[in-house]
């Protein structure tokens, strides 16, 4: 049966909506700038409202959720649920690869053989991790994202890129802003947005709403279950902005 017009509108309406109220506020009560797309997202809006929508998840292992009580957890996992308890109706693919330490090369080779076998509307590559914790090449980065993102487009569906995942140790270690400003410099130039998970777990972190490097061993699992959750909805309203970013220009309404 095919949807009306209005039927559709309300279906793109209810999938950008924020999830129900809970404690803590939307996103974990996030910063709302960190939130903030500031870029559009045309074929997400295009699919959800045509009544279905197909994202593509990769990145390295957490992407797959360790340290969680289990796959489910996750926040890829997470983020489809949200959706889908927002959305019953909504023909929704959410599919994820990754693995443990791989590089920007590396999970973006996924990204080109995923798009090779099947389209997709919407890519979110987490990257730059492994880069920054082993010191590797930032240019041979930024060359790989850029080939990435490039090749996204050409494929007709929209980016998000995730940067490092904050952690005192890694500060302490690594010339880490060396590489979440070329990510975000990179993504800029692409118009693509960022979801700032450096800054998002900092500001979670010295709220005392979520700090898994803090947290007390018998704590650690429930701690990294919520920080899951706390990123799907931290995505899902990124997501949702530019979506309503690319309603708004002109030739989207």
Not at 115 to 134: D, H, K, M, S, Y
Not at 157 to 175: G, T
Request: charged share 20%.
């Amino acid at each position: 049966m095919t949807l009306g017009a209005g039927r559709v509108l309300l279906l793109l309406g209810l999938l950008l909506a924020s999830p129900p109220a809970r404690a803590g506020g939307m996103a974990c009560d996030a910063p709302p700038d960190l939130l903030a797309a500031n870029a559009a997202l045309p074929a997400t809006a295009r699919a959800a409202t045509g009544g279905s929508l197909r994202i593509l998840v990769v990145g390295s292992a957490s992407v797959l959720g360790p340290g969680t009580s289990g796959p489910s957890a996750a926040w890829p996992a997470r983020l489809e649920a949200l959706i889908r308890a927002r959305v019953p109706q909504i023909r929704l693919e959410v599919v994820t690869r990754g693995a443990r330490g791989l590089t920007t090369a590396e999970t973006g080779a996924m990204i080109a053989a995923e798009l090779a076998r099947e389209p997709f509307n919407l890519v979110l590559w987490q990257a730059g991790t492994a880069e920054a914790v082993r010191g590797l090449d930032l240019d041979e980065m930024v060359e790989e994202l850029n080939e990435g993102l490039g090749r996204i487009v050409a494929a007709g569906a929209d980016a998000v890129l995730m940067d490092q995942q904050f952690s005192r140790f890694i500060r302490a270690n690594a010339n880490v802003d060396a590489y979440r400003d070329a990510l975000r410099l990179t993504a800029a130039a692409h118009g693509v947005p960022v979801l700032r998970r450096w800054d998002l777990m900092q500001a979670w972190a010295e709220a005392d709403i979520v700090d898994i490097e803090r947290a007390g061993r018998h704590e650690k699992v429930a701690a990294t279950d919520k920080l899951n959750d706390c990123l799907a909805q931290a995505m899902q309203a990124l997501i949702r902005d530019g979506v309503a970013e690319a309603r708004g220009r002109p030739g989207q309404r």
